[in-house]
């Protein structure tokens, strides 16, 4: 079946670790998004993909970094975890068709991080 | 600069009252206009979108160029209805990426 998959749904971990978020679709969209979303707000884009080694940043700063080596692969990495970085990371895809109608954005189930 | 503004963190109304989440947004040109929803331990999904004019679970929403609004409209809410709604812009020639209100939790009473 056609989907979003994110894991791990819930993440505590230890300042200065490393960690990386998974992300995969098998919708066969170019198009994947990472959103930042702290509690109360709202998300915000902090990274994007319109294809395989194709990344750039979001609107919202990010010390994380991302890497598009598939398709349908969307990793995000914290080179060294920080209680600042504690909030909930959705993964998105999109299909552009040229139809502007066909601009619907699919969400994974989101990972909560908690950094301690 | 371009932003979504949703005024209420929280709607609680009562079973078969009317609805409304408002829903401004400052934005130059001409954007796209989504309400996303997401129920209670379910992911965020699409409800619906300015550009096809649809009726979506009798959800309804008009673009208002002149007051900058996409106010989400239901006549009668309905219990399943609570959830939290957020809306979207999505700015024009920009493909893909959303630029999000904070979200309104909306509350069904029975």
């Known amino acids: 079946e056609a989907d979003i998959y994110q894991t791990p749904r819930y993440l505590v971990i230890g300042t200065g670790k490393k960690i990386t978020l998974e992300c995969s679709q098998t919708?066969?969209?170019?198009?994947m998004y990472w959103y930042q979303q702290d509690p109360g707000m709202e998300l915000h884009l902090i990274h994007y993909?319109?294809?395989?080694?194709?990344?750039e940043k979001g609107d919202l700063s990010s010390e994380s970094t991302v890497s598009r080596i598939r398709t349908e692969h969307f990793p995000l990495t914290l080179e060294s975890a920080r209680p600042s970085h504690t909030s909930q990371y959705l993964c998105?895809?999109?299909?552009?068709?040229?139809?502007?109608?066909?601009?619907?954005?699919?969400f994974g189930q989101g990972t909560r991080l908690t950094v301690v | 600069a371009q932003r979504v503004t949703q005024p209420e963190k929280l709607l609680s109304v009562f079973k078969g009252a009317p609805v409304e989440l408002k829903c401004n947004y400052s934005y130059s040109g001409s954007p796209e206009l989504f309400w996303y929803v997401q129920y209670s331990r379910q992911r965020l999904q699409l409800l619906l979108r300015?550009?096809s004019r649809e009726s979506i679970k009798g959800f309804t929403a008009d673009l208002n160029k002149g007051e900058t609004s996409f106010h989400l409209k239901k006549p009668f809410a309905q219990e399943e209805d609570s959830a939290m709604y957020y809306c979207a812009l999505r700015p024009h020639g920009n493909t893909g990426k959303l630029i999000f209100g904070q979200g309104t939790t909306l509350q069904v009473k029975p």
């Open positions: 300015h550009i």
């Open positions: 998105a895809s999109s299909e552009e068709t040229g139809q502007r109608l066909n601009t619907e954005a699919f």
């Open positions: 919708m066969g969209h170019d198009k």
């Open positions: 993909s319109y294809g395989v080694n194709s990344t």
